[in-house]
């Protein structure tokens, strides 16, 4: 089916989880005849990416990743994490997945540089939770926004142990010491489990998930990252911990952060459960409810970075790095990763003396937003 619009549009299809969004814009991307789609997650990217092929080829079909670039000469449809987005592209059709993450405090500047200025010739799309609804309102005024329902009911059944869990069970730890841990548990009581982490090599992850997938082993053991959109057959989420290390201070997860993550619980038209498990707090009532009726608190303010910038000379680039935003419901972001990447290869009197002219500052700057999938301290892009 081809999609022919009179004029290019812009729409948000806002909802809690499972309702069809990702399947949506999925859809409606391989209606035109271009179009590309930037992910929160790079297994995310490669899931959709394998089921494009299927349908389109793979001579019309790309992946572009911070680990991974698959580009056929001829490629038309393109899967990308959103920092990926080759968005000086021009594809009739655009989106843009999980857009609530315009909140997050590491990610959330390049989200929303995605929100205000990557467009579809003809359709542009955003994806993700009804907590942005006022802010994109405010930011894109001729947006037009479908709410969605969820297929299925969300409940919540409580505090368990961990090795009384049921089966389809997704055990959620916010740091890999403790998914290792709580998997091997799993593997000694139950028989196996299988790991989904950021860290994992792609091919490891993608033999992870197909495990899981396949029925092998009837427990999966992740981290927060499954709250972004993958498509798993869980039954049950179950939290280890219900607070987390941010970068800067641990604290509790906030209601909307749990919701997003439960909501892997129950696929289409299946109903799901979600509980705490080992030595998680049992959730408020409060919360609780928040969850199962999908009502959480609107965003107050989304990161932003200017994406203007100057490459004159080191200095106007640090100056156009660090102007402010000049509108309501945006905030500077903290220097992000490649910022303090920037500064520490600045404290090299090596890097600093060689670091003139316009060009070689732009590729200077290139090299600091290399992906630091290691989370090193910048040494790897110093060598680099």
Known sequence: MQINTPSPQIIAALG???????????ERMLGYGSGMIGFPLRLLARENYERAVTIKGSRQVALITGEEKIVPPYAKYYFCTVESMPIDKSVAFLAVDEIQMCSDPERGHIFTDRLLHARGRQETMFMGA???????KKLVPEIKITSRRRFSTLTYSGPRNIVRLPPRTAVVGFAAADVYEIAEL????RGGAAIVMGALSPRTRNAQVNLFQNGDVDYLV???????????????VAFSSVSKFDGTVRRDLRSDELGQISGRAGRHMSDGTFGVTGDAQDLSPEIVEAIESHAFMPLKFLFWRNPFLDY???DTLLSTLGRAPNQRGLVKVQEPDDERFLKDMLNDPKIM????????VRLLWEVCQVPNYKKSLGGDHVRL
Do not use: W
């Open 16 to 26: 809690p989880t499972n309702t069809g969004k990702t399947y949506l814009a999925f």
């Open 130 to 136: 009804e907590s942005i609804k006022p802010l994109i």
């Open 186 to 189: 799993i593997c000694r009581q």
């Open 222 to 236: 992740a981290t927060d990252a499954i709250g972004m959109g993958l498509n798993m057959d869980v039954d049950h």
């Open 312 to 314: 004159s000379d080191i």
């Open 353 to 360: 003396a060689s670091a003139k002219g316009e060009d070689v």
